[in-house]
């Protein structure tokens, strides 16, 4: 991610924003947590923050269309991070780098096809597809990886490491249950359904596999942990088990345990209620700020640099948690999470706030990320404060970003347009 300068406040105004919370009126738990029925799953309607704020709908789409042909098409130098790479015996192939750090991350290839799927861009999400499985995917019974993605390549598609990366593969398989939902399946790589339903298998029940890999010998197991059924941060058996808050998606945990395969759905549906419960346990109960990584008790994970604060991963878990109510409206704790974190950064100043912070509020580095203004714009799907409409503007006032850093904070301004103007949907298989 961006270097920044570090800067720390002064204690004096940590301890001033926990005055303010405790001064301000805190909003009371609903005695029952409403029906599901009122979910987006349930309802099919999805609520539209834009057009709410007062935008017209050929703004909101105008700009979503600026946004993702300046990002998949634009300057190649400057603006854009999706790149045609040729073709082979499947098609074109395409990849989405992320420019900063010079490689193709399976994060990044699986978020430029959960928007392609979203904006039922079909060439590109195949072009993407074709690149992952061409160069990513790991299909030696032998290999550490076997049924999973390297998760960092050069653009040349050799890599940079054989390991994989969860979240990767979570999104890989969110993207292909949709894909089949939307466009129906094809042959081979592109029997959407066929390929999540064997991805997603393999997330859980991969048994462990020792062999080599351009770094050494590794051991990789399953992607999710059996006892306590959350995500991983790696497979990786080398070091200490633990995950991270960012990885846990349990909107996308329901519809596997509808769609996926038959008897694996009743974990998924335990998976859910385990990352909503892990949600209450690692955000800081006055900042709502959470860690990098965390153990699966939700506390930080101790002798990672600064893994144990809030930064980049982090800033992404508002963004599950308020999807998560968005769609499925079952835990009501994940209003006041937003409700906490939203609070929080109003105080550090709306336009001005930075992007890193210990977990009880002191910033440790200056920089306004755009990411980071997208996924608290999209906690607004979840809050109940009229602030909230502030974080909404904040997104729609933003530039599409260019330059050096434009991968991430691009990758997260497009979603957060979609999930923020009621385009990011589920697409149930037909």
């Known amino acids: 991610m961006k270097h920044t300068r570090v800067t720390i406040p002064p204690l004096s105004i940590a301890l001033s924003f926990c005055l303010v919370l405790a001064a301000a009126p805190q909003q009371q738990p609903t005695a029952e947590a409403p029906s599901r029925a009122s ?6 309607q999805y609520r539209n923050l834009f057009l709410e704020a007062g935008h017209s709908q050929e703004e909101i789409s105008a700009k979503i269309d600026a946004a993702f042909q300046q990002l998949f098409h634009g300057d190649p130098a400057t603006q854009t991070v999706y790149y045609a790479a040729g073709r082979n015996a499947n098609g074109p192939l395409a990849y989405l780098t992320d420019v900063n750090n010079k490689d193709v ?14 904006l039922d861009k079909k060439a590109e999400f195949d072009a993407l597809w074709n690149w992952s499985k061409t160069f990513m995917y790991h299909d030696s019974p032998s290999h550490p990886s076997y049924g999973f993605f390297s998760w960092s ?17 979570e999104y890989w398989t969110m993207a292909l249950y949709f894909a089949s939902g939307r466009w129906g399946d ?10 999540a339903g064997r991805l997603l298998d393999s997330m859980k029940n991969r048994g462990a596999i020792a062999g080599q890999t351009i770094h ?7 992607e999710f942990n059996a006892e306590h059924k959350m995500v991983r941060f790696t497979p990786d058996n080398r070091r200490p088990d633990h995950t991270d808050p960012s990885y846990h998606l349990p909107a996308f945990y329901e519809l596997w345990a509808r769609w996926g395969p038959a008897a ?12 909503r419960d892990f949600f209450q346990k690692t955000t800081n109960p006055t900042t709502g700020l959470t860690p990098n990584y965390a153990n699966f008790d939700g506390t930080p994970v101790a002798g990672l640099g600064r893994n144990g604060n809030f930064a980049a991963d982090a800033w992404r878990t508002a963004a599950n948690w308020s999807v998560d109510w968005s769609w499925w409206a079952a835990d009501p704790r994940e209003r006041e999470l937003s409700d906490r974190i939203q609070a929080f950064f109003e105080y550090q100043g709306i336009d001005t706030y930075g992007d890193q912070f210990t977990l009880d509020g ?53 979603m957060a347009l979609l999930h923020c103007s009621g385009q990011f949907r589920i697409w149930p298989p037909k």
């Open 39 to 44: 979910g987006a799953f349930a309802t099919k």
């Open 105 to 118: 991350r399976s994060e990044g290839m699986s978020y430029g096809m959960t928007i392609a799927v979203q």
């Open 153 to 169: 390549m050069k653009t040349d598609g050799t890599p940079n490491s054989e390991s994989p990366a969860p979240d990767g593969e």
């Open 186 to 195: 094809g042959s081979g790589i592109y029997n959407y359904r066929a390929e």
């Open 216 to 222: 050494g010998p590794e051991t990789d197991g399953a």
């Open 264 to 275: 694996d759905r009743p974990f998924w549906t335990e998976a859910a209620a385990a990352s």
């Open 362 to 414: 002191k910033q440790l580095a200056n920089s306004h990320s755009t990411a980071l203004v997208a996924t608290n714009a999209v906690a607004s799907l979840a809050a109940t404060a009229p602030r909230a409409a502030k974080f909404v503007d904040a997104l729609w006032n933003a530039s599409i970003p260019s330059g050096q850093y434009r991968y991430y904070d691009g990758m997260w301004y497009l």
